[in-house]
């Protein structure tokens, strides 16, 4: 799924609050409560330096964007900005060591996906900032949607900011819509992984130079679970009523999916090379790929066109399902080891408040990198390419300027598009894991040898599906399980489920 789009906010991902309005002088501006540490501009004191880690692919215009974010939060709140980023696939290894070797940072991205939340939460790596909100942050709690901080709570506590963006998670299959009406194909028809097969194959015979399914190494095809841990193989069926945990690799649905997904390996449909693919980003900017499959919001195909220059659709692959992972899909952790947490609380705030500062931070430089139609709606300029940052991990999207094509009322759809999810089984549960670190340390090395090459089709799930089975179960899959299940059976008896 991807997670790279400019304009999209996930993972998505897609987490979000409801109607803020849209203002060209908005934002707040009593961040703090003193002159030293609030948002009076007083420059009597030497600016913080904060230094911001997050995830994307490293952006050619960052440094240009960043000293214009630095003039405005020099004045508002007496602080710079050094930021940094990761690419998606090297974000949460780097991170892990930079955490683990104590290095200074201030704030950085965290996830259910990348740089594990809950877990980091526990072992101290994030501050814990039920304070620092209730006194620096007080806008931004007023702007978020109350679900994403209640949702996103760790034993009680809050350890991150989470985007105020959508709630539920949908997959949706996502098509070039040039290469849709060359060969007048009916997408409505995409609604399974085996049903997009006819799609695939005009393709693949039709266009030698393009891409038929644009697929990475950490694909993972829509199951009909709740996971227990993010892409590890436990999780309860979203329709369970006993809560009862199974092996995923174990049951039917996910054989049959592997098989399917290996035909279209064999068949040419992806890349020879997508089990060591962490990107496609080449594919999209330069429209060489038929389809792909990502998770949805309200216009999320208008984001994604404003983001390749090219039109885009979808068309559902899933039902909304909001689960722990999409309310805590996209977040920002104040390091324990910061030197400035009221800081860095306060440009939370800003960032979350502040549309100046928010459509800066995602959009780049207005003349530069976009061009306003109105008040509230932009166009993208041709040196956006060299800005294209991920929204979606970047704060509240709901200050964000609306694309071209975008209705005025964009903001209340997401209103009623979180207000329909359906909660997933495991909504509110957190595994803790400390009983089981050995047993999970050992299965996460048994997923690096595995995991990609059979969710990508690389290899034939009748061969080695029965091996990565007989693997996870001696790396101690079944101790996770077990202790896993105590606990979910303690939580549902708790919460009356």
């Not at 279209?264 to 090379?273: N, P, W």
């Not at 693919?277 to 790929?289: E, Q």
């Not at 059979?454 to 009748?462: I, K």
């Amino acid at each position: 799924m991807s997670k790279k789009n400019k304009r999209f906010s996930l993972l998505l991902t897609s987490l979000m609050a409801f109607s803020v309005l849209l203002s060209a002088c908005g934002g707040s501006n009593n961040a703090g409560t003193n002159d030293s540490a609030s948002g009076s501009g007083s420059t009597s004191e030497k600016p913080v330096e904060l230094i911001w880690y997050t995830i994307g692919a490293p952006q050619k215009d960052l440094d240009l964007v960043v000293d214009e974010i630095n003039k405005y939060t020099k004045e508002k709140i007496n602080a710079t900005l050094k930021i940094n980023m990761i690419d998606y696939g090297d974000y949460s290894q780097k991170m892990q060591v930079k955490v683990a070797s104590g290095e200074p940072m201030d704030i950085m991205f965290t996830c259910s996906w990348a740089l594990d939340y809950v877990q980091n939460a526990r072992k101290g790596a994030f501050l814990e900032i039920d304070s620092l909100i209730d006194e620096y942050g007080k806008d931004l709690k007023a702007a978020i949607d109350p679900a994403f901080l209640e949702g996103s709570k760790v034993d009680g506590h809050n350890y991150a900011i989470p985007a105020n963006k959508e709630l539920p998670a949908q997959e949706v299959w996502r098509f070039n819509k040039e290469l849709v009406d060359k060969y007048n194909l009916d997408i409505t028809s995409a609604t399974t992984l085996e049903s997009i097969e006819p799609l695939l194959k005009t393709i693949k015979e039709n266009e030698p130079g393009i891409t038929p399914y644009a697929m990475v190494k950490d694909h993972m095809p829509v199951m009909p679970f709740d996971y227990i841990i993010e892409k590890m193989p436990m999780a309860v069926y979203l329709d369970t009523t006993d809560y009862k945990i199974v092996n995923i690799l174990e049951t039917p649905e996910l054989k049959s999916s592997l098989e399917t997904v290996h035909k279209y390996y064999k068949a040419g449909y992806v890349s020879s090379e997508v089990a060591t693919t962490s990107s496609v980003d080449d594919l999209y900017k330069a429209g060489k790929w038929f389809m792909d499959r990502a998770t949805t919001q309200p216009m999320a195909d208008n984001l994604w066109s404003a983001s390749y220059g090219y039109p885009v659709v979808s068309s559902p692959a899933g039902e909304a399902y909001i689960y722990n992972w999409s309310v805590m899909g996209s977040m920002q952790a104040i390091s324990a080891n910061s030197e400035h947490p009221e800081k860095a609380m306060e440009f939370l705030n800003l960032l979350n408040t502040d549309p100046y500062l928010r459509n800066l931070v995602d959009s780049g430089i207005e003349g530069v990198h976009y061009e306003k139609v109105n008040d509230t709606t932009i166009k993208n300029l041709p040196e956006a390419q060299n800005y294209d940052m991920p929204s979606f991990a970047l704060g509240n999207i709901m200050i964000n300027y609306l694309n071209e094509g975008d209705p005025a009322d964009k903001w209340e759809q997401f209103k009623a598009f979180n207000e329909a999810g359906v909660n997933a089984p495991l909504l509110g549960f957190n595994f803790d894991t400390s009983k089981v670190t050995n047993e999970i340390a050992a299965v996460q090395n048994v997923k690096e040898e595995f995991w990609a090459p059979l969710m990508t089709g690389t290899v034939d799930p009748d061969e080695y599906l029965p091996k990565a089975i007989e693997k996870f179960k001696a790396a101690g899959l079944d101790k996770i399980i077990a202790e896993a299940q105590a606990q979910i059976d303690e939580w549902k008896a708790a919460n009356n489920k």
